[in-house]
């Protein structure tokens, strides 16, 4: 799958020596990156078909910090799978970063130094993330990429797997596409769901709550043991944004 980088970044020049830089790199390594330039997050922002397409946004923050910071986190929150880097001048914003879940943050002087070693550690870790699994639907067969499955939903005999774009129905048992997944963050929840952790903002007085919005109950008897499994993940993820 061709990956898709955005650079959105106020200045051209700037703008143009990101591009250059990670045209340069997919040279080197002959792998082919599809790459678009934006004056703004907002631009990118504004074609949510688009943004959904990105792997890796190279985000500018020296102009309007905080608007950048709230924006990277609302990519975050609805598109939890794409690699935000931000990219500035100094290093004011680096704990705000984090706090967006921000993969990494590089400054603009030493870019020429750090950009081939940012995009090895993201392209590594995206290669594995885009982990496909084919199933037989009621829609037929159909290959979905794991990462874009947010939540699977017991409905009476069928078991209904909702994405980021369309929902397909199953039959096969929970359990089994438990065991199936299970090695891809993906949480039983409820004896009716089982959740992508990558989309969980939060659980707390029995409710997991999605960064799409929806909200779902935890019965007391797993309560502990999901916010247990959601705490070595979210610390796993952490170790992996720091390292």
Known sequence: M???IAVCDGSFEDRQCIEGMIEKYSRRMEQKLDIADYISVEDLC???????????????IDRKQDEG???AKQIKDLCPEIDIVLVTASLNYV?????VKATRFLLKKDLEHTIDECLDEILGKQGQKQKRLAFAFVEGEI????QKIIYVETDRHKNVFHTMDASYGLYKKLNEIEEQL????FLRVHQSYLVNMRYVEKISSYVLKLSTGQELSVPKSRYQ?????????QSAEQRDISG
Request: aromatic share 12%; net charge neutral; proline share 0%.
């Open 95 to 99: 704990l705000e970063g984090y706090k």
């Open 143 to 146: 290959e979905l990429e794991l």
């Open 182 to 185: 299970r090695d891809y963050g």
């Open 46 to 60: 504004n074609d949510i078909d688009q943004l959904r397409q990105c792997h890796i946004i190279f985000l500018d």
């Open 69 to 71: 910071l709230a924006m």
């Open 225 to 233: 043991k999901v916010k247990r499994e959601f705490a070595v993940y």
């Open 2 to 4: 061709k990956m898709r």
